[in-house]
């Protein structure tokens, strides 16, 4: 059998009504997995099941990630609703925000943190659990390249995203006996909605020169996708604790 | 947002002290008004009245009054 293959495995995807997380579902199930999609908004969330290859393999799932404590149970929930446990998950939810210093705040800190990093680790949380999450499986977190270098203006993002980066080599020690590999993905600037907001913040000069940062130029969506199948597949059986840089060069200067 | 407040926001932001800032004053004489500063502004309005502005319509303002009328309708 392809090692490289995600045939059969149940997915769960979080932040699948948009950007990567939506591509990461295509992608998963053009492979021939089966995909859990999450996210706030139900008309978004069945626009990507449209998009899907095999459509009546996947489900459609509503929640609000911020109910950190609630997180575990509804994951026992959906488990409960399939029958079967959980082979992956990609965690590819997450807020952006462009607030200096000078005027950050406790709630917009909170905010950021919940949703790019509590939210991820309450759903490990709830793969502390054979029968939530099959042994063997594979947890995938989407950091960033701000989680290993800096911008101005962007801390708690930074702060989030540098989180990820290091909670998975703790989680990837913790699962390691049940054959179950944690990591993350450090995508570049990548072409999705987020990235046309951020965009719109910044100077024509900011915008080129982030661009010229990028060596191999700015990454599609699909860029993350093949990275992220990658490491759901079980080509990637002894990749744990580590974070794939798939960021056009970025990240070489 | 009352008005003073967003003087004393602006004030914060350039870090100035309390009294430096009136109708008249020029951004470009303020030091730490640079792109920033200015998203640091964008940032304080969104969250404050909820008004989403550009940075384009910020880099034209010469004067603060010329911030206020952007936001004069969102103003106590």
New interface residues.
């Given amino acids: 059998m392809n090692p490289f293959s995600v045939e059969g495995k149940i997915i769960l995807v979080t932040g699948a009504s948009s950007g990567i997380g939506k591509q990461i579902a295509e992608t998963l199930s053009n492979q021939g997995a089966s995909v859990i999609l999450v996210g706030r908004n139900k008309e978004k969330l069945n626009e990507t099941l449209n998009s899907t290859a095999n459509k009546d393999r996947h489900v459609v799932e509503t929640f609000d990630l911020s109910n950190i404590d609630e997180i575990p149970a509804w994951m026992k929930r959906i488990v409960e609703k399939t029958g079967k446990p959980i082979n992956g998950v990609v965690h590819a939810a997450g807020y952006h ?4 210093l ?2 950050l ?1 406790y ?2 800190m909170n905010e950021i943190m919940t949703i790019n990093l509590y939210a991820g680790l309450a759903m490990l949380r709830g793969c502390a659990n054979k029968k939530i999450f099959a042994p063997k499986s594979s947890f995938v977190f989407i950091s960033s390249v701000m989680g290993l270098v800096g911008q ?2 962007v801390v708690s993002y930074v702060a989030s995203k540098g989180a990820i980066v290091s909670a998975v080599k703790a989680a990837a020690l913790e699962f390691a006996n049940l054959g179950t590999r944690v990591n993350c993905i450090c995508p570049g600037m990548v072409e999705t909605d987020m990235a046309e907001d951020l965009f ?4 024509s000069e ?1 915008k080129s020169s982030i661009e010229k940062q990028h060596p191999l130029g700015m990454g599609t969506p699909a860029d993350v996708a093949y990275a992220a199948s990658y490491l759901i597949s079980d080509a990637s059986r002894w990749v744990t604790g580590t974070s794939l840089v798939v960021d056009g060069g970025y990240t070489s200067h | 947002m009352k008005l003073q407040e967003l003087v004393e926001s602006l004030e914060e932001i350039v870090m100035v002290d309390n009294g430096t800032i009136s109708m008249g004053t020029k951004l470009d004489e303020l030091e730490e008004w640079d792109s920033l500063a200015q998203i640091a502004l964008l940032s304080v309005l969104e969250e404050k009245i909820g008004v989403k502005l550009t940075i384009t319509a910020l880099m034209d303002a010469k004067t603060f009054s010329d911030i206020v009328e952007l936001v004069k309708d969102h103003l106590q």
């Avoid at chain 1, 925000?97 to 200096?100: L, N």
């Fill in positions: 925000s462009t607030i200096p000078r005027v705040s709630k917009s101005p203006g719109s913040n910044l100077s900011q």
